[in-house]
């Protein structure tokens, strides 16, 4: 059981090991991999939303002096099964058809056929001398559109998971589920709020576009460079899509420039293997920022639905939430978690929650950090708001009034460890920003978040070298200072400073198997196999103590980074450093190394509470944002400038989602905005400093209390933002994004009412 | 990217006679100033061959003559130079407010008013400004030089009066005498780095008494090209430019829009905010008269 509890380098703010080579330009990313003969690949992409491809001609390209290869679908071997193993979920054979696309070109953008060339401008001058013959077919581009029997179908063949017998749909899955008597609730409630909200399409928005370089040697064995949240994914999901087995590739990461989500799966890797192996040469493919958006993984545009209804004093009587996630052309939109985490942060009995997988012509949804939360919590925490309103309630009262604790049965299943969100609401409370008026004319708005956390496998190996410095070997990307986490929890361990230990990851041929970065799961579970490599060296070292002492090992102590006797021990000796036995670890037995690999349970779910104040200019709809607050339970925080940087960044992606960002469609399923300057991230300027208040109350299931902190930052800002403007306009707007151009019309209409 | 020539003209007449030959031999060239628009139009959405003018070393497109009337800055000076002259910040505080918007630091150590001008997009956020100001493109050609008032250099979305054997030499302003003053406002959905929904710049100057006497008003991004808005001037003149005066030149500016709707904006939206751009600059630039 992990208590609160002094530490000597946990909880302490060291320089990240790999932020030199960050700031410096050393550091190599997806598109930094150059090989002798190196040719370049390119894709071709259909102009078409929908279409049946009739037929693909690469003839005139191959013409092309320095053109080497030109592969469509008919080069992919077909019926690939399985699943992925990835953190978005899905099967090989969707995976397969996205990558590139087979008999019909399911969004714009779909991958048709990809050529490599000597150059990439010769490449990309190729593409337009490949024949594809269309059958254009309309498009459906819109969830309710979807959801209307009769509606255009996205796949013929697709039938609604458990209901097959009903026939084609675009409904791919529908989750359900149930406990008390909502209908009994709202009868007994005094004030009931209803709604309904929509969230646009959302992309990750990192700056790196995605990037690989694929050799493939005589023997058929495939090396794959690339930036990716998870090289062994990629091997499994490159291995499915080529029908290879995953002995055959070997996948090496570089560094990432950011993922969030969107590179847990894979678009390039396949193409430009099967690419090499047509050429013999080495293939490297980059994709354009035009590329990102229009065919690499967004998450899923929504339309919720909530009801909820409560007493006079606050508490809640029943709650339904209808959710409908656009998955884009296969199924797999995050609306399970959306239904997992629409009620979380409450005690409720009476509850209804039904979701939607959706098919629509528009990219397959991806992993977007803390997935299908913010959509459905979005509903619900603007729903709350309401409802506090309605009632006369302070928002975090009404919230602490309903709020769950350890012992609570989630609304999702399990009954809660220990968990923080009372905390969150309580620090909200008596926090400085809060208890400070808002300014005149200003808004107030404040919403909480939550995230499940995942374990899932991880494995580390720890080697001392002669020196006594250690070498940290793992296999997780680092997508937010996951490296200096590691150092940070084997220096506590081994009782050693942060700044002799060096954590790598390594390839998946250089340490043992690893999930992907995802599902903010990297410092909880690699964290956990790290101790544990880093207690089996401690292990070995009071083993080599002992023979050193000629006592038994069970009469050592590793105490402060050395071997000391135990207490009672009777026997005259020096304490024995690390780096002592590193020392001499060639005459006492041999190398020193340390290992585990695991399975992690218990990850601990997180929990935060969000609150900002707004200005909304009533004759432009501009929202300014001019002060948020972030406070967050992240277990422990084992480098607190890292979790407060995720606290930070979690909260400039929501604050963007909410005030600016959207896929803008034509009519024909065109994205009109595919690129960073009418897809509108935040830029820095934008941006209050946001405010962090780190809560820690510890998870039993790690050794030093680790919470995953990576996603829940991401999901109150919707609401935060929505509840905000509200209160600043005095009316409700329900949609996202809070553009100015909806916010002055959403004005208008209001003063026309 | 294959087959671009690049050509790097010291005088005027041998720009010209660069820009004349190739016109003659069917050969497209471009001009390049701080490139901030052309590079990235070759690397997106025009690869086409074609030979690049250089502007920048040529000794009358840098030429910068604060002191004198007209005013010159030449097409090729950059608008970090601009927006680190006092001087000009005090004569023309709307013009330099509009070339400080463009961009980055960094982007405005490249990127040229005269560029902004030449690349004739409709939402060019110095446009509207230039025109407020009264700016005269100085034109360089085959024939000789010619005057065009900046307002009819504009001819389309992305077109304007130079022929291929052209160049913009610079920009001519009428010196600001007395209490006269500008102002620019643009509309973006972020805080920078973006490109107008609407902008709108008023000059105008007050006599004694706080009375307009003479006006100026231009919109952007909210029609084929940059207009001038003479009914939004005339709302202006012969007022002491309070409220209503302002509110009926935002009509005037609304009145002369003609947007479009698109991915930055709809049509009632740009002219909603249209208007209330020229209220806000007219009101700045008054303020900014009457502190002179």
Same mark, same amino acid.
């Given at each position: 059981?992990?208590?609160?509890?002094?530490?000597?380098?946990?909880?302490?703010?060291?320089?990240?090991?790999?932020?030199?080579?960050?700031?410096?330009?050393?550091?190599?990313? %997806?598109?930094?991999?150059?090989?002798?003969?190196?040719?370049?690949?390119?894709?071709?992409?259909?102009?078409?939303?929908?279409?049946?491809?009739?037929?693909?001609?690469?003839?005139?390209?191959?013409?092309?002096?320095?053109?080497?290869?030109?592969?469509?679908?008919? !080069?992919?071997?077909?019926?690939?099964?399985?699943?992925?193993?990835?953190?978005?979920?899905?099967?090989?054979? =969707?995976?397969?058809?996205?990558?590139?696309?087979?008999?019909?070109?399911?969004?714009?953008?779909?991958?048709?056929?990809?050529?490599?060339?000597?150059?990439?401008?010769?490449?990309?001058?190729?593409?337009?001398?490949?024949?594809?013959?269309?059958?254009?077919?309309?498009?459906?581009?819109?969830?309710?559109?979807?959801?209307?029997?009769?509606?255009?179908?996205?796949?013929?063949?697709?039938?609604?998971?458990?209901?097959?017998?009903?026939?084609?749909?675009?409904?791919?899955?529908?989750?359900?589920?149930?406990?008390? =008597?909502?209908?009994?609730?709202?009868?007994?409630?005094?004030?009931?709020?209803?709604?309904?909200?929509?969230?646009?399409?959302?992309?990750?928005?990192?700056?790196?576009?995605?990037?690989?370089?694929?050799?493939?040697?005589?023997?058929?064995?495939?090396?794959?460079?690339?930036?990716?949240?998870?090289?062994?994914?990629?091997?499994?999901?490159?291995?499915?899509?080529?029908?290879?087995?995953?002995?055959?590739?070997?996948?090496?990461?570089?560094?990432?420039?950011?993922?969030?989500?969107?590179?847990?799966?894979?678009?390039?890797?396949?193409?430009?293997?099967?690419?090499?192996?047509?050429?013999?040469?080495?293939?490297?493919?980059?994709?354009?920022?035009?590329?990102?958006?229009?065919?690499?993984?967004?998450?899923?545009?929504?339309?919720?639905?909530?009801?909820?209804?409560?007493?006079? !004093?606050?508490?809640?009587?029943?709650?339904?939430?209808?959710?409908?996630?656009?998955?884009?052309?296969?199924?797999?939109?995050?609306? %399970?978690?959306?239904?997992?985490?629409?009620?979380?942060?409450?005690?409720?009995?009476?509850?209804?929650?039904?979701?939607? =997988?959706?098919?629509?012509?528009?990219?397959?949804?991806?992993?977007?950090?803390?997935?299908?939360?913010?959509?459905?919590?979005?509903?619900?925490?603007?729903?709350?708001?309401?409802?506090?309103?309605?009632?006369?309630?302070?928002?975090? =009262?009404?919230?602490?009034?309903?709020?769950?604790?350890?012992?609570?049965?989630?609304?999702?299943?399990?009954?809660?460890?220990?968990?923080?969100?009372?905390?969150?609401?309580?620090?909200?409370?008596?926090?400085?920003?809060?208890?400070?008026?808002?300014?005149?004319?200003?808004?107030?708005?404040?919403?909480?978040?939550?995230?499940?956390?995942?374990?899932?496998?991880?494995?580390?190996?720890?080697?001392?070298?002669?020196?006594?410095?250690?070498?940290?070997?793992?296999?997780?990307?680092?997508?937010?200072?996951?490296?200096?986490?590691?150092?940070?929890?084997?220096?506590?361990?081994?009782?050693?400073?942060?700044?002799?230990?060096?954590?790598?990851?390594?390839?998946?041929?250089?340490?043992?198997?690893?999930?992907?970065?995802?599902?903010?799961?990297?410092?909880?579970?690699?964290?956990?196999?790290?101790?544990?490599?880093?207690?089996?060296?401690?292990?070995?070292?009071?083993?080599?103590?002992?023979?050193?002492?000629?006592?038994?090992?069970?009469?050592?102590?590793?105490?402060?980074?050395?071997?000391?006797?135990?207490?009672?021990?009777?026997?005259?000796?020096?304490?024995?450093?690390?780096?002592?036995?590193?020392?001499?670890?060639?005459?006492?037995?041999?190398?020193?190394?340390?290992?585990?690999?695991?399975?992690?349970?218990?990850?601990?779910?997180?929990?935060?509470?969000?609150?900002?104040?707004?200005?909304?200019?009533?004759?432009?709809?501009?929202?300014?944002?001019?002060?948020?607050?972030?406070?967050?339970?992240?277990?422990?925080?084992?480098?607190?400038?890292?979790?407060?940087?995720?606290?930070?960044?979690?909260?400039?992606?929501?604050?963007?989602?909410?005030?600016?960002?959207?896929?803008?469609?034509?009519?024909?399923?065109?994205?009109?905005?595919?690129?960073?300057?009418?897809?509108?991230?935040?830029?820095?300027?934008?941006?209050?400093?946001?405010?962090?208040?780190?809560?820690?109350?510890?998870?039993?299931?790690?050794?030093?209390?680790?919470?995953?902190?990576?996603?829940?930052?991401?999901?109150?800002?919707?609401?935060?933002?929505?509840?905000?403007?509200?209160?600043?306009?005095?009316?409700?707007?329900?949609?996202?994004?809070?553009?100015?151009?909806?916010?002055?019309?959403?004005?208008?209409?209001?003063?026309?009412? | 990217?294959?087959?671009?020539?690049?050509?790097?003209?010291?005088?005027?007449?041998?720009?010209?006679?660069?820009?004349?030959?190739?016109?003659?031999?069917?050969?497209?060239?471009?001009?390049?100033?701080?490139?901030?628009?052309?590079?990235?139009?070759?690397?997106?959405?025009?690869?086409?061959?074609?030979?690049?003018?250089?502007?920048?070393?040529?000794?009358?497109?840098?030429?910068?003559?604060?002191?004198?009337?007209?005013?010159? #800055?030449?097409?090729? #000076?950059?608008?970090? #130079?601009?927006?680190?002259?006092?001087?000009?910040?005090?004569?023309?505080?709307?013009?330099?407010?509009?070339?400080?918007?463009?961009?980055?630091?960094?982007?405005?150590?490249?990127?040229?008013?005269?560029?902004?001008?030449?690349?004739?997009?409709?939402?060019?956020?110095?446009?509207?400004?230039?025109?407020?100001?009264?700016?005269?493109?100085?034109?360089?050609?085959?024939?000789?030089?010619?005057?065009?008032?900046?307002?009819?250099?504009?001819?389309?979305?992305?077109?304007?009066?130079?022929?291929?054997?052209?160049?913009?030499?610079?920009?001519?302003?009428?010196?600001?005498?007395?209490?006269?003053?500008?102002?620019?406002?643009?509309?973006?959905?972020?805080?920078?780095?973006?490109?107008?929904?609407?902008?709108?710049?008023?000059?105008?100057?007050?006599?004694?008494?706080?009375?307009?006497?003479?006006?100026?008003?231009?919109?952007?991004?909210?029609?084929?090209?940059?207009?001038?808005?003479?009914?939004?001037?005339?709302?202006?003149?012969?007022?002491?430019?309070?409220?209503?005066?302002?509110?009926?030149?935002?009509?005037?500016?609304?009145?002369?829009?003609?947007?479009?709707?698109?991915?930055?904006?709809?049509?009632?939206?740009?002219?909603?905010?249209?208007?209330?751009?020229?209220?806000?600059?007219?009101?700045?630039?008054?303020?900014?008269?009457?502190?002179?």
């Amino acid at each position: 059981m992990a208590e609160a509890r002094d530490y000597r380098a946990i909880g302490t703010r060291p320089v990240r090991p790999d932020g030199v080579d960050k700031v410096t330009g050393r550091a190599n990313f %997806g598109a930094d991999m150059n090989l002798p003969n190196m040719i370049h690949g390119k894709v071709l992409r259909s102009p078409h939303a929908h279409a049946r491809i009739k037929r693909v001609d690469g003839s005139r390209a191959l013409e092309m002096p320095g053109v080497y290869a030109v592969i469509s679908g008919a !080069d992919f071997p077909s019926g690939a099964e399985g699943e992925i193993s990835g953190e978005g979920g899905g099967t090989v054979s =969707d995976l397969a058809m996205n990558i590139m696309a087979r008999d019909k070109a399911l969004y714009h953008g779909h991958a048709v056929a990809a050529v490599a060339a000597k150059t990439a401008f010769l490449a990309e001058t190729a593409l337009e001398l490949i024949d594809v013959e269309y059958e254009v077919l309309p498009p459906v581009l819109d969830v309710d559109v979807a959801m209307e029997p009769g509606a255009t179908l996205v796949n013929e063949n697709q039938r609604t998971r458990g209901n097959e017998s009903a026939g084609p749909s675009n409904i791919a899955a529908v989750t359900k589920f149930e406990r008390g =008597d909502p209908e009994a609730g709202f009868a007994a409630a005094d004030v009931v709020v209803e709604r309904d909200y929509r969230v646009p399409t959302a992309h990750q928005g990192y700056i790196e576009p995605h990037a690989c370089t694929a050799s493939l040697d005589e023997q058929g064995r495939a090396t794959v460079w690339c930036c990716t949240q998870g090289h062994f994914d990629v091997r499994s999901m490159t291995a499915g899509v080529l029908g290879k087995s995953v002995g055959e590739i070997k996948v090496i990461p570089s560094e990432i420039g950011g993922g969030f989500g969107g590179k847990t799966v894979i678009y390039l890797e396949p193409l430009a293997v099967k690419l090499s192996e047509l050429t013999g040469r080495p293939v490297k493919m980059v994709m354009s920022r035009e590329e990102v958006f229009r065919a690499t993984g967004p998450t899923s545009a929504s339309h919720c639905k909530i009801k909820v209804g409560a007493k006079r !004093d606050g508490t809640i009587t029943a709650a339904t939430a209808w959710l409908a996630y656009e998955a884009g052309a296969y199924p797999g939109a995050p609306v %399970g978690p959306g239904c997992m985490s629409v009620f979380a942060p409450y005690d409720l009995e009476n509850f209804r929650i039904e979701g939607f =997988d959706v098919l629509v012509n528009k990219p397959k949804a991806a992993a977007y950090r803390a997935p299908g939360a913010p959509q459905s919590m979005h509903a619900m925490e603007s729903a709350m708001d309401e409802l506090a309103r309605g009632i006369g309630m302070d928002p975090i =009262d009404l919230r602490l009034e309903n709020c769950a604790d350890e012992g609570t049965q989630a609304p999702y299943g399990p009954v809660y460890p220990p968990i923080g969100i009372r905390k969150c609401l309580e620090a909200a409370k008596v926090h400085t920003n809060y208890t400070t008026p808002k300014a005149e004319g200003t808004g107030r708005g404040i919403a909480a978040g939550f995230w499940f956390n995942i374990g899932m496998q991880s494995s580390a190996e720890v080697r001392l070298s002669e020196d006594g410095t250690v070498t940290v070997m793992e296999g997780s990307p680092d997508i937010g200072g996951s490296r200096a986490s590691m150092c940070l929890m084997a220096a506590e361990t081994l009782g050693v400073p942060y700044d002799v230990v060096r954590a790598h990851v390594g390839d998946t041929e250089s340490t043992g198997f690893c999930n992907v970065t995802g599902g903010s799961r990297t410092t909880f579970a690699t964290g956990l196999a790290v101790v544990q490599a880093c207690e089996d060296i401690i292990a070995e070292c009071k083993q080599r103590a002992a023979a050193t002492w000629d006592v038994d090992a069970d009469q050592v102590d590793w105490t402060e980074g050395e071997a000391i006797p135990k207490p009672g021990v009777n026997i005259d000796v020096q304490p024995l450093s690390l780096a002592d036995i590193a020392g001499s670890m060639g005459r006492t037995g041999g190398p020193i190394l340390g290992r585990a690999s695991l399975n992690a349970q218990g990850a601990g779910a997180g929990f935060s509470v969000n609150f900002a104040d707004v200005n909304v200019d009533q004759e432009t709809g501009k929202v300014d944002i001019l002060s948020f607050t972030a406070i967050q339970d992240a277990g422990t925080a084992i480098h607190p400038s890292y979790v407060e940087g995720q606290m930070q960044g979690g909260a400039v992606q929501g604050l963007g989602w909410a005030l600016n960002e959207e896929y803008i469609y034509d009519d024909n399923g065109v994205m009109e905005n595919a690129g960073f300057l009418d897809y509108r991230v935040p830029v820095a300027s934008d941006m209050p400093m946001i405010d962090t208040q780190i809560i820690e109350v510890p998870n039993p299931s790690h050794p030093y209390g680790v919470r995953g902190v990576g996603e829940t930052p991401i999901v109150a800002p919707l609401a935060v933002t929505s509840n905000a403007v509200s209160d600043a306009l005095g009316f409700r707007i329900s949609d996202l994004p809070l553009s100015p151009p909806r916010v002055l019309a959403a004005i208008d209409a209001h003063e026309e009412d | 990217m294959e087959a671009y020539a690049y050509a790097r003209p010291t005088t005027l007449d041998e720009a010209v006679s660069l820009l004349a030959a190739h016109a003659n031999e069917g050969r497209r060239t471009q001009l390049l100033a701080g490139g901030t628009d052309v590079l990235v139009q070759m690397r997106s959405v025009d690869r086409e061959p074609r030979t690049l003018v250089d502007v920048k070393h040529i000794a009358d497109t840098n030429r910068l003559d604060i002191d004198s009337d007209p005013v010159f #800055i030449g097409s090729a #000076i950059p608008s970090a #130079i601009l927006n680190e002259n006092e001087e000009l910040k005090s004569l023309f505080p709307g013009l330099i407010e509009a070339a400080d918007l463009i961009g980055s630091t960094q982007i405005q150590g490249r990127a040229t008013i005269g560029g902004n001008l030449c690349n004739s997009s409709p939402a060019g956020d110095t446009i509207p400004a230039i025109i407020a100001a009264g700016g005269v493109c100085v034109i360089a050609g085959s024939g000789g030089t010619r005057r065009v008032a900046c307002e009819d250099f504009l001819t389309g979305v992305g077109t304007n009066v130079l022929e291929a054997d052209e160049l913009l030499v610079g920009l001519e302003f009428p010196r600001p005498k007395g209490r006269t003053a500008d102002g620019y406002l643009r509309f973006i959905p972020r805080t920078e780095m973006d490109i107008a929904v609407a902008g709108a710049g008023v000059a105008l100057s007050l006599d004694d008494g706080g009375t307009c006497t003479a006006a100026r008003v231009a919109i952007g991004a909210v029609a084929p090209t940059a207009l001038l808005v003479p009914a939004a001037a005339d709302a202006l003149i012969g007022t002491k430019v309070d409220d209503e005066a302002l509110a009926a030149a935002g009509a005037a500016c609304t009145a002369a829009a003609s947007p479009i709707s698109d991915k930055r904006g709809t049509i009632e939206y740009r002219n909603k905010v249209v208007a209330v751009l020229c209220r806000r600059a007219g009101a700045n630039a008054r303020d900014r008269a009457l502190a002179r």
